[in-house]
């Protein structure tokens, strides 16, 4: 090396900036300059008593000693390498080394330059910025939101890589607003550019839904959320930024806003006084794209623009000056981009020895870039925490609280600023929600365990307050690139109405909704719980079947709002009377269950009834109405009889009508009878069924006569069934169950329309006109069918309405008083007539029987049992015939069976009679030959 050009190395190794070494080939310091002594905090004698070996990080050694081995066999002639050195502190210290090979004359390796660049700050710039990535990215993941950046006077736009994925898992992410708005559906494209054109000119919200295509042709949806972050001095957007979620699927998506950092090495020149190039190395010269021959000479000018020249210029006269100059500054390289360069001016002299300077200059560009950067992401960052309507809080290793969003900070009372440094339970008070006993706080298993977590289902956040939050969340470690943990976030939300909803909707699932007891299904639960528990213990308990007596009469004559009132009251004293472990269910209309678990002897059960019948019993003051009640109760045990839910319910129930058969108001206890029973009336009932089918019923007549005209009234048709195997079965039986089970409805219809059609035979048959009278019930009489079938009957068998007499029970008159008066009105008009049946036995009132159109009396036959020898009997009679004399009614006495009853009648004033001392019921053919007896003279009654 030309002597000149060793002193000029020789400058600039001591004065650089940069450490510099010349190293042995065994690794041994020959020689340092005092940046490196700086660098490290050694001395230089300290260094040159030790090999590079000696202070480079264990990690670092086996990449440098491979590259350098590389260049001792002659592969490569340098190497770059960014690596650790301990400090003589004993603290680590980022660098970039760049070695090149010396050789000595005779071509052996001579030394080693190395050329060693404090990265410290920078590695560790980037290690924040990848943290703070994490944090972004796993809060972001939570939120399974992705993020866009728009520039629209450039047309540059940002989108996270889970922005792109949502287009499709292989789709890489858009670059331009063109490709984004591509993938859009063309139906939601014109709303989605008017949303946006909204917020600009309005600042109304951004916040709209839209469809894109994924790369496989599927249409998702997503809701764009954004806003104008930034604009410029004439108010134009410069800045556009927002989120997006895939409303479609829910899926995590994050955003990877990574950025690589590239790092250059040092620039070194040396220019003259006349600011001519004298020395470039190879990164100087590639940098503006000359070979060193072509560097040296050149005037600096040659190398900038006039304005960047004019601004280093003043720099460059202070250095020639003796001042040395470090400033931050901007050059083109030989592509033409502009980058950002830190220089050092260091002046070759002093005073007016200065012979020119040494440029060192280091590209910072991508250091600037991620301080930009950082500072981008802090606020991008920052802005996307506080829009989302998430809690979210992230700790440092220890567990401390680092920092909380504006939703974290409401839910747990706690800011951020006095949250800061906190242990995490200290600000989150994590209970379970049933016991409130603390649970675990998620993010100390996760620091850990260094893996995701989410809180156990039921759990509450108690707030710095004392208010209650029902939370749901998730959290995870925060990890640099290196897998080393830097912390924990944790995503948390308020779920409170949600799960209140949950609680109120499996309540109302479980409850009555008027007297809120629990109700069948509740009810089945508990009672198989209970069987369970009393298998396993040996023990028993108690199912009654609590049903009310007459609670149709209730609602019907005080309405139904009082009825409902009732039930409430009924089931307030049963709750009140009964045990916290007993169980009061309602199961509809006016039927109750209470069950009674460890019962011990049946001696127990009575005492409970008693209590029960005495409480519920007593009577009831509603809306002004004094309300008594009874109850017919059924009760079964486990395990006599029954051991499964649905057996115990059935025999209570069968009990329970055992009660009510026997004479309400009064309990029984299921037997082996009561089954037999029961299981009788369901084979009847489906024998019923079959009957009707099968047209195993018939109608028999009993004449209704007059005894002072011998005048022949009409007919009563009376229903019977007969069996296949003969065998007649008694209506005292098998009416009773085809009210109970609806069956009356069709079977009324059949009785009514059969004995239209006889009575229209007979007509035409002698032209002998009987009236006909039918019994209706009272569920045929309040379905809402009825009138329509009496008008259909007597369309289909052109039987003329006033021969057609319909039968009703005194006690359907007093049952919903304005549906009875418009269903008799409804008759009245088709010119139906309609009688009283059994009347003096029920509750009629006189005002009510004064405004029915009804047109007869029928006394019952209970009442001329006894007559004339009752005086008592007799007087009765008499004010049933006054009473209908003076209402201008009809009076017909019904089972009159002695000559001494119909003389007594007579005397009273009724005429009208009906019963086996005239005829017995008989069939349609005897009936009209006893008709042609009687009116020829025969069957008198008096001979009878």
């Known amino acids: 090396m030309p002597e000149q050009e060793a002193q000029l190395f020789a400058a600039m190794f001591r004065r650089s900036p940069i450490g510099m070494a010349l190293v042995s080939p065994g690794g041994q310091f020959m020689t340092v300059n005092e940046a490196l002594c700086r660098m490290l905090g050694y001395t230089a004698e300290d260094l040159l008593n030790l090999t590079f070996q000696d202070i480079t990080f264990p990690d670092d050694l086996n990449s440098d000693l491979q590259l350098l081995g590389q260049m001792l066999a002659g592969e490569i002639d340098q190497y770059e390498l960014r690596k650790r050195y301990w400090r003589q502190d004993g603290t680590l210290l980022w660098t970039q080394l760049n070695v090149s090979l010396i050789l000595n004359e005779d071509g052996a390796p001579a030394f080693f330059v190395s050329q060693i660049q404090d990265i410290d700050a920078q590695v560790k710039g980037e290690t924040q910025l990848h943290a703070l990535n994490e944090r972004l990215q796993l809060a972001l993941e939570a939120t399974e939101d992705g993020v866009w950046d728009w520039r629209p006077q450039t047309g540059d736009l940002f989108v996270s890589e889970r922005f792109g994925r949502m287009l499709g898992p292989s789709e890489q992410a858009p670059a331009t607003l063109d490709a984004w708005l591509a993938r859009v559906h063309p139906g939601d494209l014109p709303g989605l550019l008017a949303a946006y054109r909204a917020h600009l000119d309005s600042g109304t919200p951004l916040n709209t839904e839209y469809r894109a295509r994924q790369t496989g042709g599927e249409w998702r949806w997503f809701q764009l959320r954004g806003r104008v972050t930034t604009r410029d001095a004439q108010g134009r957007p410069e800045r556009v930024t927002g989120t997006q979620t895939d409303v479609t699927e829910r899926v995590r998506v994050t955003q990877d806003l990574q950025m690589v950092m590239n790092n250059l090495p040092a620039l070194i020149g040396y220019w003259d006084r006349e600011l001519r190039n004298r020395f470039a190395n190879p990164t100087y010269t590639d940098w503006y794209g000359f070979d060193p021959a072509e560097m040296r000479g050149r005037h600096i000018q040659e190398l900038m623009s006039p304005e960047i020249y004019a601004l280093n210029l003043p720099l460059m006269q202070l250095a020639l000056g003796g001042e040395p100059q470090r400033f931050e500054g901007t050059l083109v390289d030989v592509s033409g981009r502009r980058r950002t360069i830190e220089l050092s001016l260091v002046p070759d002299g002093s005073g007016e020895e200065v012979r020119g300077f040494i440029a060192l200059g280091m590209d910072i560009t991508a250091r600037k870039a991620a301080e930009q950067a950082l500072l981008e992401q802090k606020e991008l960052a920052r802005v996307t925490l506080a ?445 139906v007539c309609v009688s009283i049946d059994d009347f003096g036995t029920g509750y009629s009132s006189l005002s009510y029987l004064q405004n029915f159109p009804v047109q007869t009396l029928k006394i019952d036959r209970s009442f001329l049992k006894t007559v004339p020898d009752d005086p008592q009997a007799s007087a009765v009679v008499e004010a049933v015939i006054a009473l209908g004399r003076s209402l201008n009614l009809g009076v017909i006495a019904e089972g009159v069976e002695t000559t001494e009853q119909a003389r007594c009648l007579l005397n009273l004033g009724c005429a009208a009679m009906q019963g086996y001392l005239f005829g017995r019921p008989m069939a349609a053919p005897e009936l009209l030959a006893w008709v042609q007896e009687w009116h020829r003279g025969g069957d008198s009654w008096e001979e009878t």
């Open 387 to 831: 829009s989302i309507g998430d809690g979210v809080v992230t700790t440092d290793p220890q567990g401390q609280v680092t920092f909380l969003n504006a939703p974290a900070e409401r839910l747990t009372g706690w800011t951020l600023a006095e949250a800061h440094g906190r242990p995490v339970e200290e600000v989150m008070t994590l209970l379970e929600e049933d016991t409130l006993t603390a649970v675990p706080n998620p993010l100390r298993q996760v620091l850990r365990d260094h893996q995701t977590l989410s809180l156990a289902r039921n759990t509450n956040l108690r707030s710095r307050s004392g208010q209650m939050y029902s939370v749901e969340d998730s959290a995870a470690p925060i990890l640099n690139e290196a897998g080393q943990l830097l912390g924990a976030v944790l995503v948390f939300h308020d779920v409170s109405d949600t799960r209140a909803m949950a609680r109120h909707m499996s309540h109302l699932a479980q409850h009555d909704s008027l007297t809120d007891l629990p109700n069948r299904l509740l009810l089945r639960d508990r009672v198989s719980q209970a069987i369970e528990r009393a298998r396993r213990q040996g023990g028993r308990f108690a199912v009654l079947f609590l049903d009310m007596d007459h609670f149709k009469n209730v609602n019907d004559s005080l309405g139904h709002h009082v009825g409902d009132e009732l039930l409430q009251s009924i089931a307030g004293r049963l709750r009140a009377a009964l045990r916290a472990s007993d169980t009061v269910s309602r199961q509809g209309g006016d039927e109750f269950i209470v069950m009674l678990p460890d019962i011990r002897e049946t001696a127990d059960v009575e005492t409970v009834l008693g209590k029960l019948m005495e409480v519920i019993s007593a009577p009831y003051h509603l809306a002004g109405h004094r309300v008594d009640t009874s109850f017919s109760i059924g009760v079964a045990l486990y395990p006599e009889d029954g051991e499964d839910t649905d057996t115990l319910l059935q025999h209570a129930d069968a009990a329970m009508y055992r009660a009510k058969d026997e004479g309400r108001g009064r309990h029984r206890f299921f037997s082996r009878s009561i089954h037999e029973a029961s299981l009788a009336r369901q084979l009847l009932q489906a024998e019923l069924r079959r009957a009707l089918d099968q047209r195993q019923f018939s109608l028999v007549y009993q004449p209704k006569v007059n005894l002072w005209t011998r005048q022949v009234l009409g007919v009563e048709a009376l229903l019977r069934w007969t069996r296949p195997d003969g065998r007649p079965i008694s209506p005292l039986e098998f009416i009773p169950l085809a009210e109970a089970s609806g069956l009356i409805v069709p079977l009324g219809a059949w009785v009514l329309e059969t004995a239209c059609q006889q009575s229209r035979a007979w007509a035409q048959a002698s032209g002998e006109e009987l009236a006909v009278s039918v019994n209706i019930s009272a569920v045929q009489f309040t379905d809402p069918g009825f009138v329509d079938m009496v008008e259909r009957c007597l369309r289909n068998t052109g039987l003329p309405p006033r021969l057609l007499e319909l039968e009703l029970t005194e006690s359907m008159l007093i049952t919903d008083i304005a549906r009875v008066q418009q269903t008799l009105r409804a008759l009245q008009a088709l010119e």
